[in-house]
């Protein structure tokens, strides 16, 4: 079984997932970490069109739910650190396993790199450089496809990583674009509305390029099987030989017993698919909506919902100035609704939450300027 090739000592190990099923692919990631492999594993997958989230981010503030909306994308939320990213068909994933004692940040950024670099991708030399470098951020990028000198303005990035570091164990994952449909990327750029403080972390945008577009006369070679055997092959080389085996959502069942815990895929796959994962792990935000910025039939009013949880904890109110009979009580009422029943959400594995019943017409005017504000 895969499970056994996976954690099988001594030997490092390839696995590739056949499904382009996010909550699998991420939940196995994860899986991977949990259970410790007794040698070094490279995990390779792609996405159908999605947003990931670090799970120390606020979906609020990284992302235009209204568009996301649209495009009928989903928002992910994933268990581990870094940025928020775009994935799709176009962009591969990639995970690195290895020991504590074993692992420097630029090790597998510098992998990827050679096996884009060297053959059988093989692109080629641009400036009298290597095509695929790595920067200070340990980020890989390129030089643009129509660049004339080898400028930090020319440089465009196609691969963004993020770590975790254990006890005993680290992990590095991160993407590559090899044809994705950068344009959806404007779905990572929140657009205006309410303003939001939050303790989240945000991401860092960084100008982005395809190599397949970039490099069209190597496009043959860039696809994603193409580009998977030859980071695999990289990998077995760095460290002495590697089996490959393949995963999907038929091995959900997968499980390992570490210490006195099982750990499973299914309940990390169950789990991202929860309300109390996507919304509720949440970081802490202060949303100011004030009809100064977004107007509402002639009427004065300035709040600050303060959220914990993915819920509204309290309301402070800065003015309110109407003729509206039972807008105060309708204000107090907020208190205590879930942020994703009053603001427009994301597409995501979550059934919307339903707001409160309405006491009357002054709350029912106050959650439609609030949607149409948040």
């Not at 899986?31 to 670090?54: D, E, M, Q, S, W």
């Not at 070679?221 to 990289?234: F, K, M, P, Q, Y």
């Not at 390992?256 to 990390?268: D, E, I, K, Y």
Request: a positive charge.
């Amino acid at each position: 079984m895969a499970g056994r090739a996976v954690h099988g000592a001594g030997r490092a190990a390839v696995v590739c997932s056949r499904t382009l099923n996010p909550y699998f692919n991420l939940a196995w990631e994860d899986y991977l970490l949990r259970t410790k492999p007794r040698a070094p594993v490279c995990f390779l997958y792609r996405n159908a069109p999605c947003i990931v989230v670090g799970r120390n981010q606020n979906i609020w503030s990284e992302l235009d739910a209204r568009a996301m909306q649209r495009a009928n994308v989903p928002v992910v939320r994933r268990r581990s650190g870094g940025g928020t990213v775009y994935h799709d068909e176009g962009n591969l994933n990639f995970c690195f396993y290895v020991a504590r004692n074993d692992f420097a940040r630029h090790t597998h950024t510098d992998l990827v790199a050679r096996a884009l670099n060297d053959a059988p991708i093989a692109l080629p030399t641009r400036f009298a450089q290597p095509a695929v470098q790595r920067n200070d951020r340990n980020d890989l990028f390129v030089y643009a496809r129509d660049a004339h000198a080898p400028t930090l303005e020319a440089r465009r990035k196609i691969s963004g990583s993020a770590y975790k570091i254990s006890s005993q164990h680290a992990y590095h994952h991160g993407t590559l674009l090899l044809h994705a449909d950068v344009a959806r990327m404007r779905l990572l750029r929140r657009a205006g509305g309410a303003s939001i403080t939050t303790k989240g972390v945000d991401s860092v945008s960084s100008p982005v390029a395809n190599l397949a577009e970039t490099f069209p006369h190597r496009a043959a070679h860039l696809g994603a099987d193409a580009v998977t055997a030859a980071i695999g092959a990289a990998f077995a080389r760095a460290y002495g030989g590697a089996d490959t085996t393949y995963v999907d959502e038929r091995d959900l069942g997968a499980s390992q017993l570490v210490g006195r815990a099982q750990q499973t895929v299914r309940s990390a796959y169950d789990d991202l698919q929860t309300w109390a994962w996507v919304y509720g792990s949440s970081p802490d935000m202060d949303v100011v909506v004030d009809t100064a910025t977004a107007p509402w039939r002639g009427t004065r009013l300035a709040l600050t919902l303060r959220t914990r949880g993915g819920v509204v904890a309290d309301v402070e109110v800065h003015a309110l100035q109407s003729a509206e009979h039972g807008l105060a009580d309708a204000v107090r009422r907020l208190v205590g609704e879930r942020y994703d029943a009053l603001a427009a959400a994301p597409p995501s594995a979550v059934a919307p939450s339903v707001p409160r019943p309405s006491a009357g017409a002054a709350e029912d005017a106050l959650r439609a300027w609030l949607r149409a504000s948040l």
